[in-house]
């Protein structure tokens, strides 16, 4: 079973940046898509970002152009560098794993496979 665990949430100013990483765990890894997801309090939970063993990347509409999903085997880690953020970006952001992309990656997502424990991004305004 794939283990999951985020770092790098924290508190960041309307414009900043802020780098997230999830360190994966368990066998098989290079058969598992990872990315990210972030709810707000009251909303789905939404898909951001995934990329596959390959590199080979995919990005939702709403960060497409300010974040940067990348994937470095070796480490069996996932970042996720966001830029410009905005105070409605303020939420809870989790890292997922799955054998498969598709539409279980959406928004709310269906059938991920792992998660991890959430970390907190607050962006003030």
């Known amino acids: 079973q794939v283990q999951l665990v985020e770092s790098g949430g924290g508190l960041v100013q309307a414009g900043g940046s802020r780098r997230l990483s999830c360190k994966a765990s368990?066998?098989?890894?290079?058969?598992?898509?990872i990315g990210w997801f972030r709810q707000a309090p009251g909303k789905e939970r939404e898909f951001m970002a995934a990329?596959?063993?390959?590199?080979?990347?995919y990005y939702s509409d709403s960060v497409k152009g300010r974040f940067t999903i990348d994937r470095i085997n070796r480490e069996n880690t996932v970042n996720l560098q966001m830029n410009s953020l905005k105070p409605e970006e303020t939420a809870v952001y989790y890292c997922?794993?799955?054998?498969?992309?598709?539409?279980?990656?959406?928004?709310?997502?269906?059938?991920?496979?792992?998660w991890g424990q959430g970390t907190q991004v607050t962006v003030s305004s």
């Open positions: 990329v596959a063993w390959t590199g080979t990347t």
């Open positions: 997922a794993a799955s054998k498969t992309f598709g539409d279980n990656w959406r928004t709310p997502p269906l059938a991920i496979d792992a």
């Open positions: 368990g066998p098989y890894l290079n058969r598992y898509f």
